[in-house]
């Protein structure tokens, strides 16, 4: 059992560590998604690396081959900050509800959050009265904390569960949303939540679904930050190697699909629904190369797609800009090329620490969407095409004018919203 993947290229799987990653799509070398130059920046070189999107044969995994130092793609001044989504806060309150009520917590019980950024979902549980501790290596560690919500600012490995357990004692709800796929050192991470759980506490992980992200071609959440792709069988696998069990397992509609586990520690009985997920699963293709290779065809596809049309809106004299800069969107400029000359700018919310900055890879300017009203270019492209309706709604709603385009799964042309 690995207990440290190592840095850099790998070549065996993060759970079984089978030796024969099959690659599915390679992206080629690509920036960090997060890493906005600055104007000065971008006198510099640009650091890329392999980007390689890889199938474990044995256990059925979906990986990346290549590891980046976390310290560099989770610097403390990391951008993202969980607070100014509105999707992930409505998640966030709306997982706080349903674990209160389904684990009936007391005023004494404690949740954690490991990467908890700016301490959103605490803030949820906090108000219901309960003890409260986040675990977070950027920066917003800080926001967190000014907001009363305790948090360790840190990279969490089993000498900071120790110190939690130490200061805080043994949590009833540990939760890792999202990051649970982004750690490197997956074993030493199961250690160090078995270290700070409860013997009857639960662990509960969100992470994008494998099942969604083919169904709807998300290419675009294929980058560096992703270490691991999951579906329900791989975690399975995961679990019963680290000493715990997967007891359930649920769809989420956050992040474009995500799919919400609950394990906890030892021997336990499963819900009925984990085998029905593993067969929608092994039915869809997930853990089979040439079904999986059929889905990166597809994604090959729908990235041309989108090529051909900015092109031909752009070659009939349009102006054209993007709307919204999340991290992800970056895959997808930069694997179907859209450069400044395709695409004129990028608006973020006026709040966004983006503003001033360019796209990793294409080095597209970020402005503030002020501009996008002022100017009304012809289309405006919707980069968090995941939650695409609300934001083509919420754009027209604050004046814009001109057409919108959605990338993915198929590029289309939207007028009436
Ligand atoms: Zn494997």
């Known amino acids: 059992m690995p207990n440290k ?7 065996e799987c993060q759970i079984c560590s089978d030796k024969n990653l099959e690659t599915i799509l390679t992206f080629g070398h690509q920036p960090i998604v997060q890493n906005y130059l600055s104007a000065e920046q971008r006198h510099e070189p640009e650091t890329t690396y392999p980007l390689n999107f890889c199938l474990c044969p044995i256990c059925g995994l979906a990986q990346l081959d290549y590891i980046i130092d976390p310290q560099l793609v989770f610097p403390p001044h990391y951008p993202y900050r969980t607070g100014l989504t509105d999707m992930l806060i409505r998640n966030f309150r709306a997982l706080a509800d349903n674990l209160e009520q389904r684990y009936q917590l007391k005023s ?4 954690v959050d490991i990467g908890c950024n700016d301490g959103t979902l605490l803030e949820g549980f906090k108000a219901k009265g309960l003890r ?13 904390n000014k907001k009363n919500i305790p ?6 490995n089993e000498d900071v569960a120790r110190q939690a357990v130490s200061q805080y004692g043994k949590a009833k709800i540990i939760v890792m949303t999202n990051s649970f796929a982004h750690i490197n050192n997956l074993f030493a991470i199961m250690r160090g939540i078995k270290l700070m759980l409860d013997e009857d506490g639960v662990f509960i992980s969100e992470s994008q679904y494998l099942l969604d992200m083919m169904a709807t071609l998300e290419l675009d959440t294929i ?28 769809r989420i509609a956050a992040a474009g699909g995500s799919i919400r586990a609950y394990a906890m520690k030892g021997q336990r009985a499963e819900s009925p629904r984990i085998e029905e997920l593993i067969a ?13 290779r059929q889905f990166a065809a597809q994604m090959i596809k729908a990235k041309n797609d989108l090529q051909m049309l900015l092109l031909s809106c752009k070659n009939s004299g349009a102006r054209l800009a993007g709307i919204g800069s999340p991290g992800r969107s970056n895959t997808l400029l930069n694997f179907a090329k859209i450069d400044p000359y395709l695409l004129d700018y990028i608006c973020e919310k006026s709040r966004s620490p983006k503003i001033g900055m360019f796209t990793p890879g294409m080095h597209i300017p970020v402005v503030d969407e002020k501009k996008l009203f002022l100017e009304q270019p012809e289309y405006a492209l919707i980069l968090s095409w995941h939650i695409g309706e609300e934001m083509m709604q919420l754009m027209r709603k604050l004046g814009y004018k001109g057409k919108f385009i959605m990338p993915l799964p198929k590029a289309r042309v939207v007028d009436n919203i």
């Open 108 to 111: 004494a019980d404690l949740v």
């Open 151 to 156: 948090t360790i600012q840190a990279y969490f």
């Open 132 to 144: 409260v501790l986040g675990i977070e290596p950027t920066n917003a560690a800080a926001v967190a």
């Open 223 to 250: 980058y560096h930050e992703h270490l691991r792709f999951y579906s329900v069988r791989p975690l399975r696998e995961l679990f019963a190697r680290s000493g715990f069990s997967l007891v359930n397992a649920e």
């Open 280 to 292: 929608a699963e092994k039915q869809a293709g997930l853990y089979d190369i040439a079904a999986m």
């Open 5 to 11: 993947i190592p840095l850099g290229h790998i070549d």
